[in-house]
């Protein structure tokens, strides 16, 4: 599949797991987005590096994002995050481990298992990292600021 394909499945995947999630319908775009962009990153940076290393990298995108967006629209990170990190997740990888698993190949499903698990861990230091980044970073550039941002609102006489 082309790489316009494969964003395109990215970004409708990112949105079939938005429903799944009950996403409230006004944020499908961004979700989808979020998710698409994510792949994106991923397909771009695969050729230079490792599968779990283009994961890192997709991951920290998707998590930007996903905080930028949740501020935006003040609403929960969540909504965001958890669609979009879908496209990313190993999920054939595990699935192949079982199935190894079941018909005893069990060098196969430990090779699996292991990149499997790499990739999930690429996936959580990414999103670690990501939210170690103050929350007032993302609020830059927007008009209301709340009191736990370190600014102090207009004094009152």
Same mark, same amino acid.
Request: net charge positive; hydrophobic share 45%; glycine share 12%.
């Given at each position: 599949?082309?790489?316009?394909?494969?964003?395109?499945?990215?970004?409708?995947?990112?949105?079939?797991?938005?429903?799944?999630?009950?996403?409230?319908?006004? $944020? $499908?775009?961004?979700?989808?987005?979020?998710?698409?962009?994510?792949?994106?990153?991923?397909?771009?940076?695969?050729?230079?590096?490792?599968?779990?290393?283009?994961?890192?990298? !997709?991951?920290?995108?998707?998590?930007?994002?996903?905080?930028?967006?949740?501020? %935006?629209?003040?609403?929960?990170?969540?909504?965001?995050?958890?669609?979009?990190?879908?496209?990313?997740?190993?999920?054939?990888?595990?699935?192949?481990?079982? $199935?190894?698993?079941?018909?005893?190949?069990?060098?196969?499903?430990?090779?699996?298992?292991?990149?499997?698990?790499? *990739?999930?861990?690429?996936?959580?230091? !990414? *999103?670690?990292?990501?939210?170690?980044?103050?929350?007032?970073?993302? %609020? *830059?550039?927007?008009?209301? %600021?709340?009191?736990?941002?370190?600014?102090?609102?207009?004094?009152?006489?």
């Amino acid at each position: 599949m082309n790489l316009a394909g494969q964003i395109l499945a990215a970004v409708m995947g990112t949105i079939g797991f938005s429903v799944m999630f009950s996403v409230p319908r006004e $944020y $499908y775009p961004l979700c989808g987005l979020v998710g698409g962009v994510g792949w994106l990153v991923y397909c771009l940076t695969l050729p230079q590096t490792s599968p779990e290393g283009a994961t890192l990298a !997709g991951t920290v995108l998707v998590v930007l994002l996903s905080r930028l967006c949740a501020v %935006r629209r003040k609403c929960p990170v969540t909504l965001f995050l958890i669609p979009g990190i879908i496209p990313l997740v190993p999920g054939g990888g595990v699935y192949w481990t079982a $199935y190894y698993i079941v018909t005893e190949q069990m060098d196969r499903a430990a090779q699996t298992g292991f990149e499997a698990v790499k *990739i999930a861990v690429a996936i959580v230091l !990414g *999103i670690v990292f990501v939210f170690q980044v103050p929350q007032k970073v993302f %609020r *830059i550039g927007t008009k209301n %600021r709340t009191a736990g941002d370190g600014k102090q609102g207009p004094k009152k006489s």
